[in-house]
């Protein structure tokens, strides 16, 4: 099991989300999961908060932005691996209140996959749109 930081400090805000999970090879489909591609799965039905050790409960959107970000780099994941199957299980989520949003999970769990698989990290300029107060990211391909 692996874990990844994600930090942003800009001018005016900052972002931080430590994720931990870990990537099991398998020969047929997952029994537990969702898949985010033809051979890649997620798992985010068990996670721990690292701080407290309390279980939390995701709601749709961060499985949603989790499910988005690891969509990302799934066909990265595809060249490099030769598993019929990968299941991504996200065991852990390091939260500061004041630094997270949602939309970090994306990022995060990318950033993740890159270091657990080896993958090139993908560029990503993250900003925060002034009308709006949302946070932005957008990759640099």
Known sequence: MGTY????????????????????HLTGPPTTGVPVSNR?????????????????????????????????????IERVE???YILVTVRALEILEADYAEATLAPAIAGWAAQEFCLTPRPCVVGRDSATGRITFDRDE
């Not at 908060?49 to 989790?66: G, K, P």
Request: no cysteine; hydrophobic share 45%.
């Open 5 to 24: 930081r994600y930090k942003v400090q800009k001018g005016g805000f900052g972002l931080f989300l430590g994720i931990a999970a870990e990537a099991t």
């Open 82 to 84: 030769t598993s019929p």
């Open 40 to 76: 890649v799965w997620l798992d985010a039905s068990e996670v721990d908060n690292a701080f407290y050790r309390n279980r939390l409960a995701l709601n749709e959107r961060e499985v949603a932005w989790l499910r988005f970000g690891l969509g990302e780099v799934s066909g990265d």
